[in-house]
Each structure stands twice: as C-alpha cells, then as structure tokens.
C-alpha cells in the first residue's frame, strides 16, 4: 500500500495528451514539492519533473508537472510511442521523515 | 558526466547478509547524500536508508532498521548497503540514488541496480 496514489494504467494514442494524477496528504504533497519519474522494464528510473514543475536538462517539454493542494499531476502531451513506460510520482513525508512514493502507473501508448 | 555503478547480482540464502556497492563518479562525492531504494518484482519503490556522504550519518526505514547497515569510502568514493537475516521478501533489485539534500525526493541519478534473489 503506497502512500501517495496513482491510477494504475493510463493509455492514450500518439499525439494524444495525457495526465497521471498523484493524491496524498498535508503531510507530504501539502507541504513539499513533487518528483516524478519514468522507468522502462528492466532500467532504472529515471528523474523526469523536479519541484512539482521542472524539467531537468535533456526532458522533453512535452513533459509537464503542475501541483494543487496534496494532489499533483503529469501531463504528457503529444504522446509518443517511446512514452510507453511506469511513472512514479515522490514528496517528502514530514511526519513518515522519508520520501515517499506512489505506487506507479503504467502508460500504455495505444 | 555522473555515474553510479553497483556491484552484481548475489544468489542468498534465507537468513544469510548480502553486501551491495555503489561507486560514485563525475562530481564531488562529499557534497551529496546517497540513498538506497528498492523494488521487488513488479512492484514500486521503497526507500530503505540515506546516508550523508560527507559525515557518514545514517538514517534508516523504521521497516529496516536493524537489519541494514548504510557505509561510505571516500577514499574509493563508494557506498555500501549492507542487509541482513534475509527472507524471501527481500528479492527486489536494490537502487542507489543520489539527492542533493537530507530531505529531499528528487534522486537525480540512480545506478543500473542489483537483482538480490533469496532462495533456498
């Protein structure tokens, strides 16, 4: 049971755009920023949004985060094949004192 | 460019200790801390532990503790994780990753992981 929640597939067809919503709690989304990331079977993950809405070096900008209240999202758009993968969305927990995690979305690109 | 390059996969017993290593290049060792996170098969991350590079201080998952010992060589730029009295449920692949700080989520680099099978 994770701590942050994730739908657990999404799906759309190229060109489409997509979101994946990420709940939590006062505790960690209300009070901290959201990571997100991407990981393909059998690689690591990899880090795709930091502090809720930054994209570092070499993310395509097609790859958005926004955060409201304790719930945050990641919209993807102009879906592309290669955008087939797990997304994971992370905060910090001020009362757990660790990050924590949600419990991933598969993306299927139709 | 930075790389975190672990050790390979171990085959254990159940109650046996494994030992995993991350080698750090590409930056500053000391100035960042080093988490280790794991995912059993077909599940999602789980952090276990941080380690501050520069003091060596610890801090570890109340699921862990006891059970895992976080170490760092700044001489070689390498940190260890260390698992004991394993159990089936312990078979996951075992990630390092890099934060730029104590209380952050934001791993920026991660190693290629380490699949730990514990079977008897």
């Known amino acids: 049971q994770s701590v942050l929640t994730q739908p657990p597939s999404a799906s759309g067809t190229p060109g489409q755009r997509v979101t994946i919503s990420c709940s939590g709690s006062?505790?960690?989304?209300?009070?901290?920023?959201v990571n997100w990331y991407q990981q393909f079977p059998g690689t690591a993950p990899k880090l795709l949004i930091h502090?809720?809405?930054q994209r570092p070096s070499g993310v395509p900008d097609r790859f958005s985060g926004s955060k409201s209240g304790t719930s945050a999202s990641l919209a993807i758009s102009g879906l592309q094949s290669e955008d087939e993968a797990d997304y994971y969305c992370?905060?910090?927990?001020?009362?757990?004192?660790?990050?924590?995690f949600g419990g991933g979305t598969k993306l299927t690109v139709l | 460019q930075v790389q975190l390059v672990q050790s390979g996969a171990e085959v254990k017993k159940p109650g046996a200790s494994v030992k995993l290593s991350c080698k750090a290049s590409g930056y500053t060792f000391i100035s960042y801390y080093m988490y280790w996170v794991r995912q059993a098969p077909g599940q999602g991350l789980e952090w276990m532990g941080i380690i501050n590079l520069s003091s060596g201080s610890t801090s570890y998952a109340q699921k862990f503790k006891g059970r895992v010992t976080m170490t760092r060589d700044t001489s070689t730029s390498t940190v260890y994780m260390e698992l004991s009295s394993l159990k089936s449920e312990d078979t996951a692949v075992y990630y390092c990753a890099r934060v730029p700080s104590r209380y952050s989520s934001s791993f920026d680099y991660w190693g290629q992981g380490t699949l730990v099978t514990v079977s008897s």
């Open positions: 992370a905060a910090w927990d001020d009362s757990l004192n660790g990050p924590v």
């Open positions: 502090s809720n809405n």
């Open positions: 006062s505790s960690n989304i209300g009070s901290n920023t």
